[in-house]
């Protein structure tokens, strides 16, 4: 799905929307009604908050559908330090950190710093989450399965690259931090998430796509 982002200007910040990655988790609207207003038309005000308390809030968009453009000498959005995935139950992988996404070619698709990836393999605007494993009823606890995460001597890039394999998992090499459900915390260098949505060791790839016929 071509990326549909609009563009809010304000005195002093823009903020910029992209439809196709909202999942609607509704942060920006909790966080700062008189900014962001599902209701109202436009939706977005830019000028309805000094831009400090706006990127605080937009920081907390979990899809990065929300980004913004500081116009008044301030620093942009912060790179976390740690890069970290967080197992959405029944939902989607939330990663944020130092975040960069490339094609099966190697070639740059994004530079991220929080991002919503599917893990149901039924999105339509794959490799981010549209929210298609509510109507899909995807179901998974969000715990960790056996193994599936790797300290690669020699790689200790902060950068997290996650690589999308053909009609394969997403492939991670640099350190990041797998958050379960549950708790339980795992880290490493390498690890290959399902995106096919059938693995039996989920959020972890046991090669299920294959049989599936998973095309991405």
């Known amino acids: 799905m071509a990326p549909k982002v609009i563009r809010y200007e304000g005195e002093d910040i823009v903020i910029n929307y992209d439809v196709a990655r909202c999942i609607h988790a509704a942060e920006c609207a909790d966080g700062l ?5 599902p209701d109202r038309k436009p939706w ?15 920081h907390r968009c979990p899809s990065g559908a929300l980004t913004y453009e500081r116009l008044d000498g301030e620093p942009g959005e912060p790179v976390p330090e740690d890069n970290v995935v967080e197992i959405d139950p029944d939902g989607p992988l939330y990663v944020t950190g130092n975040i960069e996404i490339r094609t099966p070619e190697d070639e740059l698709v994004s530079r991220e710093t929080r991002v919503a990836l599917c893990r149901c393999g039924l999105s339509s605007n794959k490799p981010f989450c549209d929210n298609s494993h509510v109507d899909g009823e995807f179901t998974d606890d969000g715990v960790l399965g056996e193994g599936g ?3 690669t ?9 996650i690589t999308l394999s053909k009609n394969g998992p997403l492939l991670l090499a640099g350190e990041v931090r797998l958050e379960a459900s549950d708790g339980e915390s795992r880290g490493g260098t390498r690890s290959a998430l399902c995106r096919c949505g059938q693995s039996n060791n989920k959020p972890f790839c046991d090669g299920t796509h294959r049989a599936a016929e998973f095309e991405s």
């Open 33 to 37: 009604p008189e900014v962001f207003d």
């Open 44 to 58: 977005v005000d830019a000028d309805g908050a000094r831009p400090g308390r706006i990127a605080s809030v937009i």
């Open 149 to 151: 995460i790797k300290l």
């Open 153 to 161: 001597p020699g790689l200790s890039d902060s950068v997290l690259t």
